[in-house]
């Protein structure tokens, strides 16, 4: 499905509405678009994105999937990650491995005690150069690194607050304000 379009059958090498299939396997699909190569994961949900008009803010729009979580792909310091959108979290939250492919140095960041759902956690304060999710890009995101690993990387309200958010049923509507 393209922005909303019908769903559709592609093979390997063909092209519809920009967006060609450059490989298929049993967990993922490869893509090319926007003049880069992007990998979806089985069960990862559809991001629409708008290209901002006339100078407008970026913003996209990302659909809950089936147990009502919002999923998007995206990138930290320039390292594809999936992130989980997760309002309860103050900042972007990533574990350790997560971390150590960003190239994060976290031990040099604060240390700190987290409170989680789980309980108590060891993690550092550090700041993210870039963290991009979809096709919206920030810069200096405050986030913190676990000491153990997740399954996701969090987006937390570090990144949230700087947008405008508005849900629609089943879609979340992200605009970036700054």
Do not use: C
């Not at 147990?67 to 959108?85: E, I, K």
């Not at 700041?127 to 810069?139: E, M, N, P, Q």
């Amino acid at each position: 499905m393209i922005n909303h379009g019908v769903p559709r059958s592609a093979g390997i090498g063909s092209v519809i509405d920009g967006v060609r299939v450059l490989s298929v396997d049993g967990e993922s699909a490869t893509l090319e678009f926007d003049g880069r190569r992007h990998r979806l994961v089985i069960g990862e949900q559809a991001v629409s994105v708008a290209a901002p008009a006339g100078g407008g803010a970026p913003s996209m729009i990302i659909h809950a999937d089936s147990r009502g979580h919002f999923n998007v792909t995206g990138a930290v310091n320039g390292v594809d990650t999936r992130f989980l959108v997760d309002t309860g979290a103050s900042v972007v939250a990533l574990g350790r491995s997560d971390a150590l492919r960003a190239g994060i140095e976290y031990t040099k960041g604060e240390p700190i005690t987290l409170h989680t759902a789980n309980g108590q956690a060891r993690g550092w304060m550090v700041s993210l150069d870039k963290v991009r999710a979809g096709s919206i890009t920030l810069h200096n995101v405050s986030g913190v690194v676990l000491e153990g690993d997740l399954p996701y990387v969090l987006l937390g309200m570090s990144f949230l607050n700087r947008m405008e958010m508005r849900r629609e049923g089943s879609a979340l509507h992200l605009r970036q304000r700054y």
